[in-house]
């Protein structure tokens, strides 16, 4: 039986992102770095040498000044991805796009751009934006509800695919002597009119060798986790202990064999940071000065406000109970996480104060001790289903480079951790299968395509 193996990403946020006010304060980091092409070069280039799967580029598009450093100033993925595709070889490129502000002709164009540019490895981290603000920037008044943001999104997300599916991967004979470019009958219209979007299609660019771009979500409410389990091939999370990451993991898999899919066609991958040391109790050492020194209690206080629509705690009485009346302000932003840190508050009676102090004192990760040690609790955690990969943050330059020469070496003879790229796009190495066109499909199966959500066949098929 061939051994599971731990699959890799690197998410790149140079100069600190959301309880990392002061990352970009290390010497091997310039103030610029967000912005700098050469940074994301070298260190996609030091991944891609470790033969880690993919590099992650998140994004969002709303700021304020107490937004962290990294979100203030930085490149617009699709675009920054698209260098890094011509400066690497191996390594995939996830970048994430909203599925509320962008039409879904657009975002498919570019996207099959990146896939065949890189030759087959480019993923999509659909997001629906939490970030109410962003609705400005739009020309809307306010942002879309829960329920109206995973709609589109699940419409967005399926028109999408379909689109990329205009041109059947041999629609181009480019016969030179029958003078013959294209067969008409492989390229496909859409024709969609659905509750949120109509497009007319087809899409005017070809598949890549993987089929489609590798689809990843990352929302933690009932309705992300049932939206990634029905659309996504894999899944970005959060794990803080192997018992949480375990439920997770069974959750999506059980979601996902509910929707008819097979639950080994979707990967997840927690994000986690990892803290070398000499020895456990160094690595503990590290750990905790790391985060002391990106500890501000003002800081964390107008970082709060995010998740709640940027609400502004500044005018409260520090030592009163925690506000909860400012959950009705995150009810068109990050509510669930909003909603675990007023349930926080309330279930501990804690004062505005507290929660702060609560929310930004130093933690201790699960993946903190010496490459050994590190090494079997991830081993662990892929033995015991609780992930298949991770997405590793490059803060500090030195603890990642201290992950690759001395954590992956132990994983590497132990099997976990593969010796070389095995496939030539972001989907075989992250053992996802080819994404068969639809019609192609379709045509060997004897049967018409599956209608798309929103649309009147779907509505039917549903009832």
Known sequence: MTRRQLKLGAVL???????????WLDPEIDGDASVDIDWYIRYARLAEQAKFDLVFIVDSQFITPDSPPHYLNRLEPLTLLSALAVATEHIGLVGTLTTSFNQPFNLARRFASLDLISRGRAGWNVVTSGDSGTAGNYGLEEHYDYATRYGRALEHVEVVKALWDSYEDDA???DREARRFLDADKLHTLDHRGEHFSVVGPLNIERSRQGQPVIFQAGDSDQGRDLGARIADGIF?????????????ADIKSRAAAQGRDPEDIVILPGVTVTVGDTDADAREIERATQLADNDFGKSLRELGRPFGWH?????????PFPTEALKDAERSFYTQAKKIADLAADR?????????????PKTSPFTGSAETVANELQRWLDGRALD???????????????????LPILRERGVVREDYEQNTLRGNLGLPFAENRYTRARREGTDP???????ASLSASV
């Open 389 to 407: 990969g991770i997405n590793i943050h490059i803060g500090h330059p030195a603890q990642f480079r201290r992950f690759v020469d001395e954590v």
């Open 349 to 361: 009676g804690l004062t505005l104060r507290q929660t702060v102090e609560a929310l930004s004192a």
């Open 237 to 249: 999370t959060h794990a803080p202990t192997f018992e949480a990451g375990a439920a997770f993991y």
């Open 172 to 174: 181009f004979p480019r």
């Open 450 to 456: 599956t209608p798309l959500p929103g649309t009147t």
């Open 312 to 320: 502004d705690f500044r005018q409260y009485d520090l030592d009163a």
């Open 13 to 23: 946020t140079p100069t600190g992102g959301p309880g990392h006010p002061y990352t």
